[in-house]
Each structure stands twice: as C-alpha cells, then as structure tokens.
C-alpha cells in the first residue's frame, strides 16, 4: 500500500446519505477522524446542522494490510483481524442484548452499490468521550464512570457459549481447537517472535520473556467460563451519550473471554479511575498472566503496523518500548 490513500468524501459519500434521508437534505462537510487504523470513521454533516458517522471497511483505511502474522483474516481465529462489517453488527447486537449501549446503527450495507466497499452508518455521539468529561467536569465524569461500570457488570456475568469472537460464535461457527488459555500462550509466542526480529533487546532477552510466559501460563486452572469483553476498552473508546449514559465505540474486537482481559486493560488506561470500575472476585493468576500477554501484544502489534504508513508512527514506537521494558523487567 502506498501513501496516496483515497478516502471517501461528500462525493462518494452522498449516495449513502440520501439511502437514509432521502434527497431532502445535502452534505455540508465530511470530516475523517484520525484515531483508527483499521477502518475509516468520518463525520457527515448535513445542511440542516445535524451529522451522523459512517464506517468505512476498505483497504485504504486499513493500515494494517499486508503487516499481520499468518491466520489473521481467518474469522474462526479467536485473534482475527476485529475489522468488517460482520465483526461489527455481530458485536452490535450482542451489545444490545446484554445492555451494553453503542452507537445505534442507522444502516449496514454491504452491497457496494451505494458505496464501493462495505460500509455502516452511526448516530453521532456529540457528548465527547468520557476522558474528556473526566477532565472539564470531574464529577459528571464519575457519574458516567459509574454507570459505565454498571454495564461492565452486565457484560461480563453474561455466561457465554463459548471462547472466542462474539460475531463467529454467535454466527455458529465453530468453538477453537484450544483453550483460552492456550491461545493467549500461542498468541504472545507470535508476538516475542515478531519482537525478537525487530528489536536487539527482544532479541536478546527471548529465551528470558518466553520462560516468563510459560511460568504465568502453568499457573493457570482450567475455566470455562467467559463473559462479554471489549477488549480495547479505555475512557477514549466511550462516549457520553445526550444522557450522560457511557456509548462504547470501537467494538469490532468483542469476545467471549476471560473477564481478567477486561481489567488488565481498563486498568493501564484509565489509571487513577480504574478504582470505580474494579472487580474484587478476579483470580489473581489470571491477572498476572493476562497483564504479561498484554504487554508484549503492545509490542508486536506497533513493530508490525509501524512497518508501514501508518501516520502516527513514532507514537506506535514509544508504544512498543515502553511496553517491551515492562515485559523484560517483570519478575515471575
């Protein structure tokens, strides 16, 4: 892929915009949010001042092409590439049934004949994001912190049927071959090896961060219970709704997973806040292992997308360092 992508614009979008509102209203701007990397999420907004978000899977927005270890587009991989249309209305609608609030979905097409790739439409969250909020007004930020760690608990008591992709599952594929234990393990072994060819401390530390991992693995009990996991989620990847309600976004990598998953990240991102949202029944083991995968997911996944045009490059780099010093000073 090269650095000339072709995004979509109110041109290209506008076919879309009259499938919803007819010809009534027109584009007044298109505005490309610049956070994701794996589809592109722009702003439309109309004449009349309203504006509504729509998602675009195509590989001008995937900077991910071409950079992902092998089995990463197979969709009965628990760790599949979490883009497209069918990862994200599966996720939608189990959201939906657990009590979970997301952007309401306006449409889902996936014919190409609006759009030359598959594309949804959002309602636009205007309330800004929950990190935001914690930040201009502190206590309306608990508020929705609280309310934000009322829905955690609906996820995650949810019993799922099985480990792995919510969409896949919910699809009826079939179960993984392995536990979910094991596929972390497997997982993090792919993520030391893509270090290891990319950074001489990883290199020279291998056999070190190996050793680690399968020490926090043995550890582990057998379970077989999973609840309802973002995975990514982070008070930048929830929205304040009219309400004050939190609106997660970002929801393509839903799971049926460990609940520890969860926490190991909530618990890096949201920093002194974490404390409204812990849970006091974790195992403790389970902890520890998931935050050591976590930490060398964090380098793997930056080495490989930094190996492209990704725009925010030297961000993903520091990503990457920091996360590989946490992982080679951790001690088992």
Avoid at 48 to 68: P, Q, R
Avoid at 298 to 313: K, Q, S
Wanted: charged share 25%; glycine share 8%.
């Amino acid at each position: 892929m090269t650095a000339e992508r072709a995004f979509a614009d109110a041109g290209t979008l506008t076919p879309v915009i009259r499938e919803i509102h007819g010809t009534d209203r027109r584009i007044a701007s298109v505005d490309r949010l610049l956070n994701g990397s794996k589809k592109g999420v722009h702003r439309v907004t109309l004449d009349d001042a309203t504006s509504t978000i729509v998602y675009v899977w195509s590989a001008d927005d995937d900077y991910w092409g071409g950079l992902l270890p092998e089995g990463h587009h197979d969709p009965s991989n628990p760790f599949a590439h979490a883009s497209g249309i069918d990862f994200f209305e599966g996720a939608t609608r189990r959201l939906a049934v657990v009590g979970a609030r997301s952007p309401r979905l306006l449409l889902a097409d996936r014919s190409q004949n609006l759009y030359p790739d598959d594309i949804a439409v959002v309602e636009d969250v205007r309330g800004g994001t929950l990190e935001a909020l914690l930040e201009r007004d502190p206590d309306a930020g608990r508020r929705t912190l609280a309310r934000l760690s009322e829905m955690l608990r609906s996820m995650h008591s949810y019993r799922a049927p099985a480990f792995g992709r919510v969409a896949w599952i919910d699809g009826g594929g079939a179960r993984p071959d392995m536990t979910c234990e094991q596929a972390y393990l497997e997982r993090t072994l792919v993520n030391i090896a893509t270090a290891v060819s990319r950074d001489a401390r990883a290199a020279d530390g291998a056999a070190v961060l190996e050793e680690k991992l399968r020490i926090l693995h043995a550890a582990l009990e057998p379970r077989a219970d999973f609840g309802v996991v973002h995975g990514e989620l982070c008070a930048e990847h929830t929205l304040v709704g009219p309400d004050g309600e939190p609106v997660v976004i970002d929801i393509e990598g839903l799971m049926y997973t460990d609940i520890e998953v969860e926490h190991c990240w909530m618990r890096m991102r949201f920093g002194p806040y974490y404390e409204a949202l812990r849970n006091p029944d974790l195992d403790p083991r389970r902890v520890e292992f998931y935050q050591y995968v976590m930490h060398l997911d964090l380098v793997g996944g930056p080495l490989r997308i930094a190996e492209g045009d990704f725009p925010n490059r030297d961000w993903m780099l520091g990503v990457a360092d920091f996360h590989l010093r946490k992982a080679l000073a951790h001690e088992v």
